[in-house]
């Protein structure tokens, strides 16, 4: 079983950043797409952003980006998001999300996708 374990969250003031990170499980696991998500008080879960393992590319939500970045260490066994210039509208529980293989891009902002999922982090931005 894959444990995926993030961290980084906090308070923060409007325009300021955050790093968050997402370590797997004994640090060996690698999956072939990992990516966060989001969800704010009242609203649905929302796709964040996700690197594929073997392509290398990334993908954001148009709401992010330019301002997050997501990454995965040389081992790719841990992800990061480094959040900048954030806003009260970022406010949220975030959470990293992993599957073993790989997908299609039509498919990688859906959650329902990603087989394994951390406990989530919060993050609150103050105006």
């Known amino acids: 079983q894959v444990q995926l374990i993030e961290s980084g969250g906090g308070l923060v003031q409007a325009g300021g950043s955050l790093r968050l990170s997402c370590a797997t499980s004994?640090?060996?696991?690698?999956?072939?797409?990992m990516a966060w998500f989001r969800q704010a008080p009242g609203k649905e879960r929302e796709f964040v952003a996700a690197?594929?393992?073997?392509?290398?590319?990334?993908h954001y939500a148009d709401s992010v980006k330019d301002r997050f970045t997501i990454s995965r260490d040389s081992a790719k066994t841990t992800l990061y998001l480094q959040m900048n210039n954030l806003t009260p509208e970022d406010t949220a529980v975030y959470y990293c999300?992993?599957?073993?293989?790989?997908?299609?891009?039509?498919?990688?902002?859906?959650?329902?996708?990603?087989?394994?999922w951390g406990q989530g982090i919060q993050v609150t931005v103050s105006s």
């Open positions: 690197v594929r393992r073997f392509a290398g590319d990334t």
């Open positions: 004994g640090g060996t696991f690698s999956g072939g797409v």
């Open positions: 999300a992993t599957r073993v293989n790989s997908l299609v891009l039509t498919a990688i902002r859906d959650g329902p996708q990603y087989t394994y």
